[in-house]
């Protein structure tokens, strides 16, 4: 359909208009932030890759240093002091910190990590291209992408000589997908740089573009250790043998599902079950072996499983019920469950409603919509919620892309520069403030 042209006039007008809007939300400081992102998109990528190509699964100790070695020089190129924390003590690699000094504005404590779910004997290695704007990325997307996108917001900045005097903190863990124990050891360090911080930004992946999480709920693991008496099977049920092992932890769980769920933002899950006559179980794996036979009673079951809940007086009355559960035994069997905190919970403060508005101010103010906050049911455990009891958080400002944890991982590769840009600027603000 061709315009006339009173239609074209109207919309170059409007267009302009448009612009100007745009251009009067943006200061000069500003654009020459967003320019020097653009300029970096490229290299921003290629790190991405370089960074993906190396596994750091969360028992891959030397692997999660070398990406935490890449980060860190990359980190001392642009200014920021670095400070490696070695977590041997613990199981686990370590933790890379940097960090620029001063007192001007918010003070910013950014939060992302090294490791991934892909061990060094996982099949899925490598990033590579499925076409244009999408790759299959081992941990790119959860979260070697957010820990680039911080590193090249404030890479812009830096190089726009923005920092000065300002307090940033960047810490990536180097155990974030399987905490090492205790959390006071592996914690220590990202809880201190919260206590000398105003706000925390968290880059696990994002959910969408106009979307941020201002809560998040937390993690526990749990579990069943179940001892029944081992007898021939044609005795099962009898006095003199009971239920065995495997019955026993059958109804534990049977009951678990019929009794302990239904609560909004409570979810428990177990991850790992055996039962036999005998077995191993190699915890810090999450894998083992059972042996046993069909006309033999099982003597001995395990399951390990976690929990999640949106706060700390929800975590303890699932706890409670499900003790209660694990004491009512079958016949000749006997169970006991236990319970370790992995992650606090990350409650909805008003604080962070703040920051959320800040953001999506930013947003709009980049042409881009609204952001609002995601359903809590929907995200997992992170850093972030660490530093909660500390300072106002946010988080999902990470990558985008899908198959989180599994071998069809993506990383959308075109949403990279803008999320990169709205980070800047987001940060620029709050040093401002």
Known sequence: MKMSITTKVIAICLLLLTNFAFAQKISRTEKKILKTVAANNSEAITFLKKVVNINSGTMNHEGVKKVGEVFGKAFEDIGFKTNWYDMSQVNRSGHLFAETNGDKGKKVLLIGHLDTVFEADSPFQEFKMINDSVAHAPGGNDMKGGNVIMLYALKALADNGLLKNAQVIVAYTGDEESTGKPLTVSRKDLIEAAKRSDVALGFEASSGFNEATIARRGSSGWKVEVTGKRAHSSDIFSDEVGAGAIFELSRIINEFYNNVKGEEYLTF???????????????????????????????????????????????????????????????????????????????????NEELLEVLSQVSLDLGYEKVVAYDPSKRGAADVSFVAAYTDCLDGLGTMGSGGHTPQETVNLNTIEDLTKRTAILIYRLINQ
């Open 269 to 351: 899950n177990p991850g790992v079950i055996l039962g036999g006559t005998q077995l191993t179980y190699d915890e810090a794996f999450s894998k083992g072996n059972a042996f046993g036979k069909s006309n033999v009673v099982a003597q001995t079951a395990i399951v390990d499983g976690g929990l999640r809940f949106i706060s700390e007086e929800q975590k303890e009355n699932a706890r409670e019920k499900m003790r209660g559960i694990v004491a009512n035994n079958l016949p000749l069997t006997s169970a006991k469950i236990s319970f370790i905190d992995s992650y606090p919970s990350m409650g909805p403060t008003r604080g």
